[in-house]
């Protein structure tokens, strides 16, 4: 694998790329809002965030980018078990707490109806629950619409973020870099065909697509992994305000039936210019701060917020209140949503993960 770093390549420096974070931390906002959404307007051409589960490839891109700057240089030196130990003990802690979280919000949940509990049955319930901690699809509880992990159903990327990590371990890793733009083109292929055969890309999270989320997974983290490997970053001056506002721009770009062509264009296209931009902007002060901030709530947000959404979706179908009422409840969700995050950021997922690093490197 080629591994020169130029001389004036960004990359060299190995600084935080505050600006990335502010876009993830975006992304993960616009997820949550995203969910809302489609129970409050679940035709997605009249939802103002119609294109809003797109974050989900924005993640992948910017993994594929992530990883490739932290250990392509160091990997192989490193090994592959603490390569795959250190990517567990970031990831994992969340699939946990996401699990409990949802587990709970199931069983508890008010409006959901003793009667889909009781169809599915204590076994059902446990056994989701053992699945969701393993990261083993289960898509047969009642009442999460086939969701490969009905308990937290946004899990179904973090599996293709663990698949993707362990062929990056295995493969990408010792892939010669001349070889990485055939692997994007084939994997444009793959993405576009499931685009076309679906009409959109808002697939791979149940049971009847679940084969597509490996095309949205390969195209877009070899897209991020080859802007760090051809050093395509574009540097500027651009303002984080700007740069989060495109990003917004895309989820809130509207939906129309079978525009899988738009799609790709924002997937193939608009995306990795988006990391190529991202990377090369700085952001100061207070921005700087709050992209900080952003960027480390955005993943604690993204595994603690569905049962939260799954709770209000089953409000709005038992009490049908107004729209006064409906929004004001979706902004308290929205708002306790964030500070769960928040909460579970400051005091589960960051000190366990200090814990587990430090027990392993004793």
Known sequence: MDTTVMKNNPLASKQHFEVLDGLRGIAAL?????????????????????????????????????IGYAYDERALQLGLKTFFLNRFIRLHPMVIWGSVAGLLG??????????SVAAAGAGKIVLAFICSLAMLPFPWLPGRGNGLFPYN?????????????V?????????????????????????????WHRGWIITGWDAPTFTDGFARVFFSFLAGLTVYRFNLIIRNRLPFLLLGALLVGVFMFPHFTNDWITEMILVMLVFPLLLSLGAGAVA?????????FTGRLSYPLYMTH????WLFGNYLTAEKPGPVE???VAAVVFAGCVLLAYAVLRWYDEPVRKWLTKAVSR
């Open 30 to 66: 616009a997820i949550v809002v995203f969910h809302l959404y489609e129970f409050i307007s679940p035709d997605y051409t009249k939802s103002p965030i119609g294109h809003g589960y797109l974050a989900v490839d924005f993640f992948f891109c910017l993994s594929g980018f992530v």
């Open 106 to 115: 199931y069983i508890l949940d008010p409006y959901i109806g003793a009667a």
């Open 153 to 165: 159903t946004p899990a179904w990327s973090l599996l293709m973020e663990y698949i993707i990590n």
């Open 167 to 195: 062929v990056y371990g295995l493969v990408l890793l010792r892939l010669p870099k001349r070889w990485l733009p055939v692997l994007l083109g084939v994997s444009a292929v793959w993405i576009a065909a499931v685009a």
């Open 284 to 292: 100061h002060g207070w921005i700087r701060r709050c992209c900080n």
């Open 306 to 309: 569905i049962w939260a959404i």
């Open 326 to 328: 409906m929004y004001a």
